[in-house]
């Protein structure tokens, strides 16, 4: 995987919902652990859903159980997040990221340090 590219970001009112994508160039990444992080300025980046290698196996942060949801579709080599029922404490930079390294099944799904590879982050806001 060399880079990921995210589309430009969105708004939505609360309760709405968006989905995000991200488009790996390189080779096949279906057999990389792939994540979603979200940052508010001043803030840790945080993790909020993971798909494990290539067993399919997914994690979320308690704050978006029930509401986000994780998947890629290996022929497009494109990651996405399905967010519904989004909150005004949604807004943030969401970044896509990959784990080249097989780091995240000893460090965490969900943890920054796990991953190598970044997408350039793409703003969600979400107005009360």
Request: net charge negative.
């Given at each position: 995987?060399?880079s990921?590219?995210?589309?430009?970001?969105?708004?939505?009112?609360?309760?709405?919902?968006?989905?995000?994508?991200?488009?790996?160039?390189?080779?096949?990444t279906?057999?990389?652990?792939?994540?979603?992080?979200?940052?508010?300025?001043?803030?840790?980046?945080?993790?909020?859903?993971?798909?494990?290698?290539?067993?399919?196996?997914?994690?979320?942060?308690?704050?978006?159980?029930?509401r986000?949801?994780?998947?890629?579709?290996?022929?497009?080599?494109?990651?996405?997040?399905?967010?519904?029922?989004?909150?005004?404490?949604?807004?943030?930079?969401?970044?896509?990221?990959?784990?080249?390294?097989?780091?995240?099944?000893?460090?965490?799904?969900?943890?920054?340090?796990?991953?190598?590879?970044?997408?350039?982050?793409?703003?969600?806001?979400?107005?009360?």
């Amino acid at each position: 995987v060399q880079s990921q590219v995210q589309p430009g970001g969105d708004s939505v009112q609360a309760g709405g919902s968006l989905r995000l994508s991200c488009a790996a160039s390189g080779p096949d990444t279906s057999a990389y652990s792939e994540a979603w992080f979200r940052q508010v300025p001043g803030e840790e980046r945080e993790g909020v859903a993971a798909i494990i290698n290539d067993s399919g196996q997914t994690t979320y942060a308690d704050s978006v159980k029930g509401r986000f949801t994780i998947s890629r579709d290996n022929a497009k080599n494109t990651l996405y997040l399905q967010m519904n029922n989004l909150k005004p404490d949604d807004t943030a930079m969401y970044y896509c990221a990959a784990d080249t390294f097989a780091r995240a099944v000893t460090l965490g799904p969900l943890t920054v340090a796990s991953y190598n590879v970044w997408g350039q982050g793409t703003q969600v806001t979400v107005s009360s």
